[in-house]
């Protein structure tokens, strides 16, 4: 089964997701870099934890949002990921497979995001596709991703608790991919994090996210002999895949347009997928269009700003 599909939404703390709730004004905009680094040990066939051989990936993420207004966003990004796998059990006869490491781009997301209530509760909805950059190879456990074009929609929601120096944010997004072998492909995304700020320029994020499949078919440890051969070249991207990921980051204001972050996760339950067993994140984030704006006019469409603002003047 391909791992790397979703290590990026997984991993990624908050400020580069595409559900981030808080949006910059009209003109401002962030270019974020992300590195992680992820090793996958077991895989869960269907939900019994087997060790099937190590994936290692690198993935590196350059993520652009920008504010068209005070309510509307758009962002893009593509991941690039360098993967291997070392183990007795590899895909034949593809050759990712081979214990070397392999580097491709993966998949081009675009995304729009719309705040449709601001205030301390700030509800924004967002819509986003994902189309495969390259006819890159989907069948290995070293596989950078699905090849499939990909659908997004859902809602996010978050609250400042600006005395206790808390934000708290939410989303879900429900996916509709391409099918392949007739048979559809649907599934949710959900996410929590938890911020708290030691000082307005240091926050520590508690992360989970999840997925839960609602369409696909069931692995077991014996799908290699009791599926056609076209049908198990096609697993990964047909199987019904879920999983619960905790986790947790760091993030560090350098400035009002830098800030630097990191972050780690590991799954704790999954069904037709791999188990993340380390998941390091390493990133910055540059503001840019941000010149000449007081502090005290920063509204809360611009994430970082509002919330050292607001912790300062709690504080």
């Not at 989970?208 to 076209?230: A, D, K, M, V």
Request: net charge neutral.
């Amino acid at each position: 089964m391909t791992l790397l599909a979703g290590v990026v939404g997984a991993i990624a703390p908050a400020g580069i997701a595409q559900a981030q709730t808080w949006l910059p004004s009209r003109g401002e905009g962030t270019v974020s870099v992300l590195f992680s680094n992820t090793v996958s040990q077991d895989h869960y066939l269907p939900d019994r934890r087997y060790d099937l051989g190590q994936i290692d990936a690198n993935t590196l993420l350059v993520d652009l949002t920008y504010g068209l207004t005070d309510r509307f966003t758009v962002t893009v990004g593509m991941p690039v990921v360098a993967s291997r796998y070392l183990g007795s059990f590899p895909h034949r006869p593809v050759t990712l497979d081979d214990g070397a490491w392999h580097m491709t781009g993966q998949d081009v997301r675009f995304g729009v995001r719309y705040n449709a209530l601001d205030g301390p509760m700030v509800l924004t909805m967002f819509a986003g596709t994902s189309v495969p950059s390259t006819d890159y190879e989907y069948y290995a456990h070293a596989a950078p991703g699905r090849r499939l074009r990909e659908a997004i929609v859902g809602l996010s929601a978050g609250h400042l608790f600006a005395k206790q120096g808390i934000v708290l944010q939410g989303s879900y997004g429900i996916t509709f991919s391409e099918s392949e072998l007739d048979i559809p492909r649907r599934f949710s995304l959900l996410s929590f994090e938890t911020a708290y700020f030691v000082t307005p320029a240091l926050r520590l994020i508690a992360i989970t996210s999840s997925r839960l499949g609602h369409t696909g078919i069931q692995l077991t440890p014996t799908s290699g002999l009791e599926l056609p051969p076209e049908v198990f070249r096609h697993h990964d991207q047909i199987a019904r895949e879920s999983y619960l990921n905790l986790g947790g980051a760091a993030a560090l204001s350098l400035s009002d347009s830098i800030d630097l972050f990191g972050g780690f996760t590991t799954t704790v339950w999954g069904r037709n997928t791999h188990a993340v067993k380390r998941g390091l994140s390493l990133g910055m984030a540059w503001g840019f269009g941000r010149a000449g704006a007081p502090a005290e006019t920063v509204t809360g469409r611009r994430q970082n700003a509002l919330i050292k603002c607001v912790c300062q003047k709690a504080s």
